[in-house]
Nanobody, 122 residues
Framework: QVQLVESGGGLVQAGGSLRLSCAAS????????MGWFRQAPGKAREFVAA????????YYADSVKGRFTISRDNAKNAVYLQMNSLKVEDTAVYYC???????????????WGQGTQVTVSS
């Protein structure tokens, strides 16, 4: 069982940066692949980024590639999403997710956080 709690969301101007954090509980955090998803108003939840258990492999949606960076610190049971060059269209609730592997975490994660709001103003 893994519990996930996101933080770091807020209001930022277009072109700015934010760093989201996800704190995980449970001794087995380091065995899970981790991911970030987002959901904008009136839209379906979409995949943003994922990272394997060791941090050696990362995956990104085309819409954020080159602007967002996912990382993890297994010693701290945490995963991060550094978001640079933010655009108005990045406005959404961002969710942390955990799964058995990077294929699963990108499609049907086993665990979800409660979400944190990111609002990018023009």
């Amino acid at each position: 069982q893994v519990q996930l709690v996101e933080s770091g969301g807020g209001l930022v101007q277009a072109g700015g940066s934010l760093r989201l954090s996800c704190a995980a509980s449970g001794r087995t955090f380091s065995t899970y692949a981790m991911g970030w998803f987002r959901q904008a108003p009136g839209k379906a939840r979409e995949f943003v980024a994922a990272i394997n258990w060791s941090g050696s492999n990362t995956y990104y949606a085309d819409s954020v590639k080159g602007r967002f960076t996912i990382s993890r610190d297994n010693a701290k049971n945490a995963v991060y999403l550094q978001m640079n060059s933010l655009k108005v269209e990045d406005t959404a609730v961002y969710y942390c997710a955990a799964g058995d592997n990077t294929i699963r975490v990108r499609s049907t994660p086993d665990y979800w956080g409660q979400g944190t709001q990111v609002t990018v103003s023009s």
